[in-house]
């Protein structure tokens, strides 16, 4: 069994391995960027002439270990900018021995090597990690205006609510997706139900440098979820810039610098959203009052040349409050229109406040070593709380062409009143201990690393509905008053865990291509179920040399999901803490097929996948809240095709095109009806995001985001048998967005307050184009027969959105 005096072992084991490095009578450090600030990995830093050389990691750093540093040429080269050279002097080489020789070097995009270039550093080789331009968050129409909204138009992500930045990937829902920032995990409030009340995303698109993606098959680095892997990368700066940026749904302010001595670096971004625009096109009126704050901050400090220290913090107060008035709706069928009106009383006021901190010490001795440890802390106090009163009318419709009343009630079929309570108050506190290690020589790398974690959260749970129908009380007593839902509980949850993995990545350069082999293996443990979890993966790509450009990949592990608190919790809010992880088997085939079509480069990505899944959790899906059995009783599997094709449709700017196939189905044990589709059985999506410019002057763009999913299932509640029996109608949207550069790279102002300016957009979007009644859920009604009938619940309505961007 893992202990925690075993785990602290293994973690004074790998400290140890920090003393095994040369020292080196000359050290030549330093930083790699682009114009805007931004790390550049891969960079090639190589003595003129000599074969001594080394490439910039993920952060742009370099190293170079010389005997002596006079008379050297150093130059720094990447596919796709140009080439620079430093002559280092002999004052240089005597100050290098005293001290490490700082050389911070920003390199320029050369345009014409570049095309090729984007399309091709889209996925990292020997992975199913997609690199995606954080530039595009930019760009892309949307409500939210973040990094999900681009996540969204991928191959085999879902999502059916544009006001909620949560997605699910290949039949998996919310919870089942991890999010890295800087290698910390992030988290986000658990109460929360609907996406109205959701707010800001942690993640600030101002402050990311680097995005990857992978939507199943990811390496033993990444654990412990089912479905997918977003892993974000904020920018260390090498110079003072920042942005504002405002529209009518909201505003954000960065800024970033450095030190005197560039020792010390800041990233901060404050951001603030009020979407009570938008939400006044739902078909419930009322008082909207949402508001939504946001700041975070990330430092560094350089203590040594082979020391950093580096701190993350956020804080987020989401608060939303709403009074509804009214809601009414037209549905059912040309044999059988109705109407339901509704009428409201009381509010609904809901808080959300979260703190989240990191601290990161980084030791890199060399090019080939580096390890960090990372202490975070995470809290969150989250009150939900609402008091509503709704008296229904159910009409039936005059559905005669040629009537007078066409459209009009002439029959009322239903009439009741009902009454919505709750007091839900949640906090959790999560500490967690992560240490990282990265080791890699030529063309051999290793990675490895742990955590433990621990975690305390308390859960107050208070819900009822009253539900009157025709002047009785539902369910029905002749003496006393039932309430139709209740949910009361009182929990309490701790919990111990640690997990250790090891990474190894093996590339190879034949004769007939290049192959990359990369194993790994995780181990996790928790002490509330006591389980021990074993997760083998392991993935191989080949690039042939072939007349055709082609990359070749396959993976396959395993992925556990271990309870978090949702999970051990059921539908009536007990918690049973036998509950043990969610598994699955992932198999992963796809192809990267890059061509030419009218001299520009495009690229075409297809997978194909398997996922078996056991002791599965079954859950309930309203809106964006998932409600758990609490209980592993289900099997079931997700299978799907997945396509892509981007490139330059337009030239000099990406666009693409993804389409999606998939089924995914459980089946309940010690039930008669067999597999059933889960919640998130959607079988067809499609995707485009396309850009244009006026020909001729490229200061004029156009941004299109259409989005296409076939219906996900619903039924009557408490219907186990029929409860996936029926399908939402397909979820429709195109987003448009014109921009106009104001001030860019070959046009700066003379105006003396707009000459620090390097960049200012003004854009113009009409959300929701067509004006699409998109349902998102459905609310169930009795009529005086007792018949049930679902009446849809809609998303928003079109809406026309400024927004103007400027960055200094």
């Not at 194909?608 to 809106?623: G, T």
């Amino acid at each position: 069994m893992i202990t925690l005096k075993r785990i602290f072992v293994i973690f004074s084991f790998l400290w140890s391995l920090t003393l095994l490095h040369a020292q080196t009578p000359v050290r030549i450090q330093g930083i790699v960027s682009d114009p805007d600030g931004n790390p550049l990995s891969l960079v090639n830093v190589a003595i003129l002439n000599q074969t001594t050389g080394t490439v910039t990691g993920a952060d742009g750093r370099f190293t170079l270990k010389l005997s002596s540093v006079k008379s050297v040429v150093l130059q720094f080269s990447r596919v796709g900018y140009t080439r620079r050279q430093v002559q280092l002097s002999p004052n240089d080489s005597a100050a290098a021995t005293r001290r490490p020789l700082i050389i911070n070097i920003t390199l320029h995009q050369n345009t014409r090597q570049l095309e090729e270039v984007l399309i091709r550093a889209d996925r990292n080789q020997g992975t199913n990690l997609v690199r995606i331009d954080p530039k595009i968050t930019t760009m892309l129409p949307g409500v939210n205006g973040n990094l999900e909204d681009v996540i969204k138009s991928l191959p085999g992500v879902v999502s059916n609510n544009e006001l909620s930045s949560q997605y699910s990937v290949r039949g998996g829902n919310f919870d089942e997706n991890l999010v890295y920032i800087n290698d910390i995990d992030i988290y986000r409030p658990f109460l929360i139900r609907s996406g109205q009340q959701e707010g800001l995303s942690f993640i600030n698109p101002d402050l990311v440098s680097s995005v990857l993606f992978s939507a199943g098959g990811f390496s033993a680095r990444y654990g412990d979820k089912m479905s997918s892997v977003l892993d974000i990368r904020y920018r260390k700066p090498t110079f003072f810039a920042g942005s504002v940026s405002g529209s009518l749904l909201g505003g954000s302010v960065h800024l970033e610098g450095t030190g005197k001595n560039r020792r010390f670096s800041y990233l901060t971004g404050v951001r603030y959203k009020s979407n009570s625009y938008l939400l006044n096109t739902l078909p419930t009126t009322g008082d909207y009052h949402p508001r939504f704050t946001d700041v975070q901050i990330y430092l560094t400090y350089d203590l040594t040349p082979e020391w950093e220290l580096s701190f993350l913090g956020n804080l987020a107060r989401n608060q939303y409050e709403f009074i509804p008035q009214k809601w009414e709706n037209s549905f059912g069928t040309v044999n059988e229109a109705l109407e339901l009106r509704i009428w409201f009383d009381g509010k609904e006021m809901d808080a959300f406040t979260t703190w989240f901190g990191a601290v990161t010490g980084t030791y890199h001795p060399g090019d080939n070593l580096q390890m960090k440890w990372i202490l975070s802390s995470f809290y969150t106090n989250e009150v939900e709380t609402f008091d509503i009163q709704g008296q229904y009318l159910l009409n039936e419709l005059d559905r005669r062409l040629n009537s007078e009343s066409f459209a009009d009630s002439l029959l009322n079929i239903g009439i009741g009143t009902f009454i919505d309570h709750a007091r839900n108050r949640l906090n959790a506190r999560v500490v967690s201990f992560d240490y990282k290690g990265f080791w890699n020589k030529s063309n051999y790398r290793m990675q490895w690393g742990g955590r433990v974690q621990s975690g305390l959260i308390r859960d107050h749970t208070e819900e009822w509905m009253m539900l009157d129908s025709a002047g009785y009380s539902l369910p029905y007593s002749d003496s006393l008053v039932w309430l139709s839902n209740t949910h009361f509980a009182e929990s309490r949850l701790t919990h111990l865990q640690g997990s250790l993995y090891q990474l190894n990545r093996y590339e190879k350069k034949l004769k007939s291509g290049t192959l990359v082999l990369t194993g790994g293996i995780r181990a996790f443990y928790m002490n509330i179920n006591k389980e021990l979890l074993i997760s083998p993966r392991a993935s191989i790509s080949f690039q042939p040399k072939w007349e055709k450009d082609l990359q070749l990949r396959f993976s396959a592990g395993a992925y556990h999901q271990p309870p978090v608190f949702k999970e051990f919790r059921n539908l009536e809010g007990d918690l049973n803490p036998l509950v043990k992880a969610q598994k699955s088997i992932h198999l992963v085939g796809g192809t990267d097929f890059y061509f030419k079509a009218w001299t520009r480069p495009f690229k075409f990505t297809s997978e194909l996948y398997y996922k078996y899944l056991w002791d599965l959790i079954p859950y309930e899906v309203d809106n964006v809240r998932i409600r758990y059995y609490g209980k592993n009783m289900a099997r079931g599997y997700a299978a799907g095709l997945d396509l892509k094709i981007n490139g330059q449709f337009v030239p000099g700017v990406e666009s693409w095109a993804s389409l999606s196939i998939m089924k995914t189905q459980e089946d309940l044990m010690g039930d008669t009806v067999g597999y059933i589709a889960r919640p998130t059985d959607q079988r067809v999506n499609a995707a485009i995001f396309f850009q244009d410019y006026l020909p001729g002057n490229k200061t004029y763009k156009a941004h299109l985001n259409l989005l296409f999913g076939t219906g996900l299932p619903y039924g009557p509640p408490g219907s186990q048998e029929y409860k996936t029996a029926l399908r939402i109608p397909p979820y429709r949207r195109i987003d448009l967005g014109f921009s106009k550069n104001i001030i860019g790279e070959n046009q700066r102002s003379t105006r003396r307050f707009l000459k620090e300016l390097t960049d200012l957009w003004v854009s113009i979007e009409i959300f929701n184009l067509l004006n699409v009644k998109n349902t998102i859920s459905h609310i169930w009604i009795r009529d005086i027969s007792n018949r049930q009938f679902p009446v849809p619940s809609y998303l928003t309505g079109r809406r026309f959105n400024v927004k103007l961007q400027a960055k200094f």
